[in-house]
């Protein structure tokens, strides 16, 4: 029988092909992270990083969303737990991020509904994005006074900075078709058709050299945004730890509970 994980905030499976399907399955929310998709997520990286013979791995949301961001209230409780543990959490964050980035073997993402904030990191991490007509994008984190700053790397890569330095800094909304024409998605069909056009995806992948494939995306990610060294990271990861607690922060996330305007 094949390993695979049926219950709780990520599930996977793996197929007679070898190709995993991770489900982010907080549907309730949205599929907002907190810490238990984090661990989720992390937790089965490594178990699929144990299957020998895999050969890709197609990422899905649960219900009318692939992934809202971060759980606001979480991130609130967060704020007001000591800095240690702001450091923590988001180096967890960025740690699911960053391994899901390196990934030896191809990712693929479909995306439906909402994807937001760290959302988008998930998906700019991913070789191949494929979104619904619905879908919505933003990297919002600047609406409630945090920052994007451990996702920065990936997005530079998948859209290039002079399209992070819009949508980064105005945390607007927008569609599939912009997704698409600014490098975050490689493709849109409708949203009936998603599921079809990740497997055509996951045959043209399984088609190639499986050790080709693994070397051509090494060879990738070594000139890329996201290659970043340990200090780097460390970096990102405290200055992400450190805006969640600021005062802006605090403001941004009052208003969101109270839903009204922040007061900057």
């Known amino acids: 029988m094949s390993p695979s994980q049926t219950s709780g905030p990520v599930l996977w499976s793996v197929d007679e092909r070898a190709v995993a399907r991770l489900v982010l399955n907080r549907p309730q929310v949205n599929n907002a992270y907190d ?10 990286l490594d178990a699929l990083a144990q299957v020998e013979t895999l050969r890709a791995v197609v990422i899905t949301g649960n219900g009318r969303h692939f992934q809202a ?6 991130i609130d409780a967060v704020r007001q737990a000591s800095g240690e543990e702001n450091v923590r959490v988001s180096r967890a964050t960025a740690l699911a991020v960053r391994r899901l980035n390196a990934a030896p073997v191809p990712t693929v993402a479909l995306v439906q509904g909402g994807c937001f904030g760290g959302g988008t990191g998930i998906i700019a ?8 007509d619905d879908a919505m994008f933003s990297i919002a984190e600047v609406r409630w006074g945090l920052t994007a700053a451990i996702i920065i790397p990936q997005l530079s890569d998948a859209i290039g900075m002079r399209q992070v330095r819009r949508y980064a800094l105005t945390g607007e909304r927008f569609g599939a078709a912009e997704a698409r024409r600014i490098g975050l998605v490689h493709e849109v069909v409708p949203a009936a058709k998603l ?47 450190a805006k969640r607690r600021s005062a802006e922060a605090a403001e941004g996330l009052a208003s969101f509970a109270e839903k009204r305007a922040a007061r900057w």
């Open 35 to 44: 810490g238990a998709l984090i661990d989720g997520l992390l937790a089965a």
């Open 69 to 74: 961001g971060a759980d606001l209230g979480w």
């Open 125 to 132: 991490a991913c070789d191949v994005v494929i979104a619904a």
């Open 195 to 241: 599921a079809d056009a990740g497997e055509r995806m996951v045959e043209h992948l399984l088609a190639n050299g499986p050790e080709a494939i693994r070397q051509t995306k090494a060879h990738a990610l070594a000139s890329a945004w996201g290659d970043i060294d340990d200090a780097a990271f460390d970096q990102l990861v405290n200055a992400h730890a």
